[in-house]
């Protein structure tokens, strides 16, 4: 069976819902590590009050008997505190009222879902919209991807993500060990190695909330400990790089993605693109280089993956740009709610979290068992057919 989740929910609802199935049984789950993550999305310099209102905590409610997945469909829910101050607007019973007692919403904000999911669900209320679109909804993404974190680590796979990039202000590029990356970022309130860059950053950030105006960014995610050959060239919805682009295109404000070296490999000649085969007793089949970013053919190389997302300024500033209301058809200023003046390092836990769930999906495709047991043997056995090749 395929790995697959479902996510429902609205950011002023009750609660985010997430079901997955396809997970094998047995996998020890540590529910600390998960809620750990959560509690990472939330942090960052630039975030909103919303961040001072929620403290994401994942509750399992299906699939984990004492502590293990019995291999049955995994529930988690995601509670949002804030949904006390927002229980009759967002009630789903019908309510009485006008539109300032539902808050309905008729003045779409550019940037944003709103009047494109109102014209294409005949909705007049785009709180109907802006509700589901929020990034809210990220929170059950990083819950799931947080699981199939837990999954790749049990058979020895890592995932760390990092700051590249705020505004013009970039990083210096770390040359880290994973586990010590991880330790550094996290320490970072912009999850950056460079300490210069970071001061730099945080300036540009206070700078821009001072402003009423938002900024972008660039984030990274690398993934170390996987085997050669996850994904496939044989049909292109099956090559491993682009499904994970596709992920990585979907969190709220990403527009763009690069596997390795990704745009530079056009300003270059291709001698300095590819990454010569090497073999050795005690590696095997290696890359001089990873230019490629662990992919080759839609395959992985054995090299680290090595992916980054281009996240765009978020578009509800506190200097709201023009807009047109729905009802009157007249121009006004797009309607204000409660936002970021930067959530980059936000965003790089979420994209870390999208990307391990991509690659859970291919391991699981390759070595998929029941058991964790019995993807242990299956990827025990490709071992040494790779090994012996």
Known sequence: MSLRYLTAGETHGPQLTAIIEGLPSNLELDFEALNFQLQRRQKGHGRGRRMQIETDTAQIVGGVRHGRTTGAPVALVVENKDWKHWSSVMNVEPIEGNDEAKRRVFRPRPGHADLNGGLKYN???????????????????????????????????????????????????????????????????????????????????????????????????????????????????????????QAVVSINAFKG?????????????????????????????????????????????????????????????????????????????????????CAVPAASVVMEHVVAWEVAKAFLEKFGGDSVEEIQANLDSYLSQVEAY
């Open 123 to 245: 909705l007049k209320d785009l709180r109907n919209v802006l509700e589901r679109s929020s990034a809210r909804e990220t929170a059950a993404r990083v819950a799931v991807g947080a699981v199939a974190r837990q999954l790749l680590g049990h058979f020895g796979v890592k995932v760390a993500g990092h700051v590249v990039s705020i505004g013009e202000v970039v990083a210096a590029t770390p040359n880290l060990p994973i586990d010590e990356l991880i330790a550094v970022t996290e320490e970072s309130p912009v999850r950056v190695a460079d300490k210069d860059a970071e001061q730099k950053m945080i300036e540009l950030i206070d700078r821009m909330k001072a402003e009423g105006d938002t900024i972008g960014g660039v984030v990274e995610c690398i993934v170390t400990g996987l085997p050669v050959g996850l994904g496939s060239h044989v049909q292109w919805d099956r090559k491993l790089d682009g499904r994970i682009a």
């Open 257 to 341: 993605v690069e596997v390795g070296i990704g745009f530079e490999a056009a300003r270059i000649p291709g001698s300095k693109v590819h990454d010569e085969i090497l073999h050795t007793a005690d590696k095997g089949f290696h890359r001089a280089s990873n230019r490629a970013g662990g992919f080759e053919g839609g395959m992985t190389t054995g090299e680290p993956i090595v992916v980054r997302g281009v996240m765009k300024p978020i578009p509800t500033l506190y200097k709201p740009l023009a807009s047109v209301d729905i009802d009157t058809k007249e121009p006004f200023t797009a309607q204000v709610e409660r936002s970021d003046a």
